[in-house]
């Protein structure tokens, strides 16, 4: 009993180490990897050409990208998306406090990965989607929210979150 | 010349002083006024890495404490409240945890190692 004691005075310190190190060690980028699915919030906006979007349009496996010519970030990720896009993902903007007039001026001038644009420029679809800035990318499954991250879209965060996903979503069940 | 000066120092203040005001909240009671203070220093400003949305100018912050307003004036309760937000920007966004499922440990782990040490040294001293 005595040694019982003794070696949890050595043990029970480790195992509190290896409990918190599990969690300060992980990859930051990773940590929106559990996230649990919702459904896409509804809303009645339009798109950057002033027609309403339906809600049918988030059908299948779509991206929702929040942006806004004032990020920058958004432009560093603009190449990443652009590729998205050629590989035949299905990207929908989310123009998050925005001027129209700008937002259109800027995918002019760098191209457009998008469908379409939603023009969000009091930020309320955003605010219902726990939206804290642009850019962040939703990951959209017959309009179920099945990840989200914030920051810039990379390769790793494509890798880690929204492949395995997709690629599920598309095994046939 | 000082006077020339000085008028256009006082100009250039009085430009500058409309971007420096925030908005003002008015309530229709001081109990909402308590209320509403209490809330926006409870929820964590999800921008920053530590520090509540009554703490922080991050436009998020901003749209928050306007939603939140909005929500007390509109008579929701302060769990409501709390609700309302924690669905949008996740349990993350409480300073306060509801006492609930994984949140348990949370709120009890630090007394259960506290309570185990004093057991596990006052066993030790005895023998």
């Known amino acids: 009993m005595n ?14 180490l290896v409990f918190f190190a599990k969690i300060l060690l992980v990859d930051d980028e990773i940590k929106f990897k559990d996230f649990e699915s919702k459904n896409f919030p509804e809303f009645s906006l339009n798109d950057l050409n002033g027609d309403p979007v339906r809600a049918q349009s988030l059908d299948g496996i779509k991206l929702v990208n929040v942006w806004a010519s004032w990020c920058i970030t958004c432009l560093v990720e603009h190449p990443f998306l652009t590729k998205l896009s050629g590989q035949n993902f299905k990207i ?12 259109v ?7 457009s990965p998008f469908l379409f644009s939603i023009y969000d420029p009091r930020g309320d679809l955003a605010f219902d989607l726990g939206v804290t800035g642009a850019p962040e990318t939703f990951l959209i499954i017959d309009r179920k929210i099945v990840a989200h991250i914030q920051g810039e879209m990379t390769q790793k965060k494509w890798d880690a979150i929204f492949a395995p996903k997709i690629f599920k979503a598309r095994q046939p069940s | 010349m000082i006077f020339d000066k000085f008028f256009k120092l006082a100009f250039l203040i009085s430009i500058a002083l409309p971007g420096t005001s925030q908005m003002l909240y008015e309530f229709e009671s001081s109990q909402q006024e308590k209320r509403f203070y209490l809330l926006i220093s409870e929820i964590r400003c999800p921008k920053c890495t530590s520090g509540s949305i009554a703490s922080s100018d991050a436009p998020v912050s901003r749209d928050l404490k306007n939603k939140v307003y909005e929500l007390v004036l509109s008579g929701a309760t302060d769990q409501e409240i709390k609700f309302y937000v924690s669905d949008r920007f996740g349990d993350f966004s409480d300073y306060r945890p509801s006492m609930e499922g994984a949140n348990y ?23």
């Open chain 2, 105 to 127: 440990f949370l709120w009890f782990s630090p007394f259960a190692v506290f309570i185990l040490l004093i057991i596990i040294f006052s066993i030790k001293r005895r023998v």
């Open chain 1, 92 to 103: 929908i903007g989310l123009n998050y406090k925005d001027s129209n007039a700008k937002a």
């Open chain 1, 3 to 16: 040694m019982f004691l003794r070696s949890l005075i050595v043990l029970l310190p480790v195992l509190i």
């Open chain 1, 105 to 111: 001026a800027w995918l002019e001038k760098h191209g």
